[in-house]
């Protein structure tokens, strides 16, 4: 069965450095997101992604975010300078994209974030 | 902002038991998912509801949408030791632009089933 997937399951990374998560979407999907979940709390949307360029994004998604399908298959979320409060786990989801507004969103096993 | 409370947050019951987990909005929804999380990986969908008062079951869980598509419940018979985990309501906007349907997850109900 077709999955999201996503790299590397685990980043380490020091306050102020560039991270890229990478993730590949079900290959015919058309619609990309990014979630967060920090730790004990909530998933929490961040923005989405269709036709190349952004759907929507949340206030968390500030100048410091940015997404990008650089090719066919990936599709990357890249803070530029990370913050301490930027650790969390990171979900990539992808959707099929047919005229319904009840298509599933299906979820990679995230990345999980730690800045020191 | 649309928000999605579920409760309880906490639920530890015995082997066999039935329990119930409510998701509950002041917020209309298109639709409402249900996803169960293993810790460390990402959220897998159960089942998706639509249409008001919609009933699905998946072998043991009932899942059922408010007649106003404000609210679900997840009714779960006879609870096993493998239906533990965390289970995550999210529900798709009324109205969005189309290809965004960003999805509001709930706070979620960590779920223990003892042997």
């Known amino acids: 069965e077709p999955e999201v997937t996503q790299t590397p399951s685990h980043q380490v990374t020091q306050m102020g450095q560039e991270v890229i998560l990478r993730c590949v979407p079900i290959?015919?999907?058309?619609?990309f997101y990014w979630y967060r979940q920090i730790l004990g709390q909530k998933v929490e949307f961040l923005v989405s992604?269709?036709?190349?360029?952004?759907?929507?994004k949340s206030e968390i998604f500030d100048d410091q975010f940015s997404v990008e399908r650089p090719d066919g298959s990936n599709f990357t979320l890249k803070i530029r300078s990370t913050k301490l409060e930027d650790s969390a786990m990171y979900f990539c989801?992808?959707?099929?994209?047919?005229?319904?507004?009840?298509?599933?969103?299906?979820f990679g096993p995230g990345t999980r974030l730690l800045v020191l | 902002t649309q928000l999605l409370e579920q409760s309880p947050q906490f639920l530890s019951i015995q082997e066999g038991e039935n329990l119930t987990v409510y998701c509950n909005s002041s917020?209309?929804?298109?639709?409402l998912q249900w996803y169960r999380q293993e810790p460390g990986e990402g959220p897998v969908l159960l089942v998706t509801?639509?249409?008001?008062?919609e009933v699905k079951k998946l072998k043991r869980l009932t899942f059922q949408f408010g007649d106003a598509r404000k609210d679900s419940s997840l009714h779960i018979t006879a609870a096993q030791p493998g239906d533990t985990g965390l289970y995550l309501c999210?529900?798709?906007?009324?109205?969005?632009?189309?290809?965004?349907?960003?999805?509001?997850f709930g706070t979620g109900t960590r779920l223990t089933i003892i042997p």
């Open positions: 917020s209309v929804f298109s639709s």
């Open positions: 999210a529900g798709a906007p009324l109205i969005s632009n189309f290809g965004n349907e960003k999805l509001t």
């Open positions: 290959s015919n999907h058309l619609y």
């Open positions: 989801a992808s959707r099929l994209g047919t005229f319904s507004a009840v298509e599933t969103q299906y």
């Open positions: 509801v639509v249409t008001g008062g």
């Open positions: 992604f269709y036709n190349n360029e952004i759907s929507e």
